[in-house]
């Protein structure tokens, strides 16, 4: 009797455990959503498995609006969420947690889900696909999963989130992923990341400051371009490459040192940069191409070092400049050009060392010979 009794209380203080622990797992799992959110019931005609039952293919019933797949039976021991299966069609779908089973999710999954507001990811995730939340413009927040290694092309563009904690774990963002997030205002990429793809943070109108660690060593073309108010940027030293239009556009851009490992400088890498006012090339820097710096109206000061043997059309122009732009040349021997270098236009004054005058105003940089000078 007493042996009875004591199995009895064992396991009762197991099941007690387990249901508090499934209990405790519940409310972390839902930690930050409404808390009189009101779940829909889930019946089998709502979605469509895989023959085996480990992929939720498509999600049919148009209507739903608050999905837990942990509260239905099947869905809770799904593995894999098919390409685009909450796509456009959910058009109801607000908010959405994932079962803890789910290992992978296809691309486009919950593309055009418009009015998407909060999905909840397992920890189990490694990767976010290809436009997996592309065009859900109202996203406004987003815990990226801890063990997450890769941000896939355009997964977050067109959302609606504020700011971005991109975990440690990610090495990878690529092209678009946070393009046109209109409400973006800040991101802190980890030090796990070594290169930022074309146009991933681009048309973010509102993004002020972006901390870029010392482990990026590529950033693709137009990967900031028109981000208006971006004014905090420090570029790492480790960076070897910086793509065309990088930072076109950014008008509130004051400040850049340039990393000593670049080697080139692309076309309209810093287009329309108005309140730069000096900038230093690095004697990495071999070529300058077409209209890398043009309209950059506030620019004072460039120097050029005797590495750069080349230079691409209207590099520095500029017909709308408010000051004088001093271009100094530290090599006698002046670079390749196929055009002008500045229009007729220009506010510009090439400064170049003693007794090379000649030899530059032959070379044909600038339209007016009177803009060249020995210092």
């Known amino acids: 009797m007493f042996f009875s009794r004591c199995v009895c209380a064992i396991v009762l203080a197991l099941l007690s455990s387990i249901f508090a622990q499934a209990?405790?797992?519940?409310?972390?799992r839902t930690l930050n959503l409404d808390p009189n959110l009101v779940w829909d019931k889930i019946s089998p005609s709502d979605y469509e498995l895989s023959d085996d039952s480990l992929t939720l293919v498509r999600w049919t019933n148009e209507s739903t609006r608050n999905l837990d797949m942990e509260r239905?039976?099947?869905?809770?021991?799904?593995?894999?969420?098919?390409?685009?299966?909450?796509?456009?069609?959910?058009?109801s779908l607000e908010t959405v947690v994932l079962a803890s089973s789910v290992k992978s999710i296809g691309d486009g999954a919950f593309y055009d889900c418009r009015k998407l507001i909060n999905v909840i990811l397992p920890d189990s995730i490694t990767s976010i696909g290809a436009s997996m939340f592309q065009g859900c413009s109202k996203l406004s927040k987003m815990s990226i999963p801890k063990f997450v290694t890769r941000i896939g092309k355009e997964a977050f563009q067109s959302c609606n989130i504020k700011s971005i904690v991109i975990p440690s774990s990610v090495e990878t963002i690529e092209d678009g992923a946070f393009s046109y997030?209109?409400?973006?205002?800040?991101?802190?990429?980890?030090?796990?990341?070594?290169?930022?793809?074309?146009?991933?943070?681009?048309?973010?109108?509102?993004?002020?400051?972006?901390i870029m660690p010392s482990s990026v060593t590529s950033i693709g073309d137009y990967a900031f371009d028109d981000c208006y108010k971006l004014a905090k940027l420090a570029i790492p030293k480790s960076v070897t490459s910086i793509g065309k239009q990088a930072f076109a556009n950014?008008?509130?851009?004051?400040?850049?040192?340039?990393?000593?490992s670049l080697t080139r400088i692309e076309e309209g890498t810093f287009y329309n940069c108005n309140k730069l006012e000096s900038i230093i090339i690095p004697p990495s820097v071999v070529t300058i191409r077409d209209g890398a710096f043009s309209d950059c109206q506030s620019l004072e000061s460039i120097i050029i070092p005797s590495s750069v043997t080349?230079?691409?059309?209207?590099?520095?122009?500029s017909s709308l400049s408010v000051v004088l732009l001093n271009l100094r040349f530290e090599s006698p021997k002046p670079p390749y050009v196929d055009d002008f270098i500045a229009s007729e236009y220009s506010k510009i004054k090439i400064i170049v060392p003693k007794g090379a005058r000649e030899s530059y105003v032959k070379a044909n940089l600038v339209a007016n010979a009177e803009w060249v000078v020995e210092e």
């Not at 809770?76 to 069609?89: E, L, N, P, R």
Request: include cysteine; aromatic fraction near 6%; proline fraction near 4%.
């Open 23 to 28: 209990s405790e797992l519940d409310s972390v």
């Open 72 to 91: 239905d039976s099947r869905l809770s021991k799904v593995q894999f969420i098919g390409d685009g299966a909450f796509s456009s069609y959910s058009g």
């Open 181 to 210: 997030c209109l409400s973006l205002t800040s991101v802190v990429i980890p030090e796990s990341v070594t290169s930022i793809g074309n146009g991933a943070f681009s048309k973010n109108s509102k993004l002020e400051e972006v």
């Open 250 to 260: 950014c008008l509130e851009l004051s400040g850049i040192e340039l990393p000593p």
């Open 310 to 317: 080349s230079i691409g059309k209207e590099a520095f122009s």
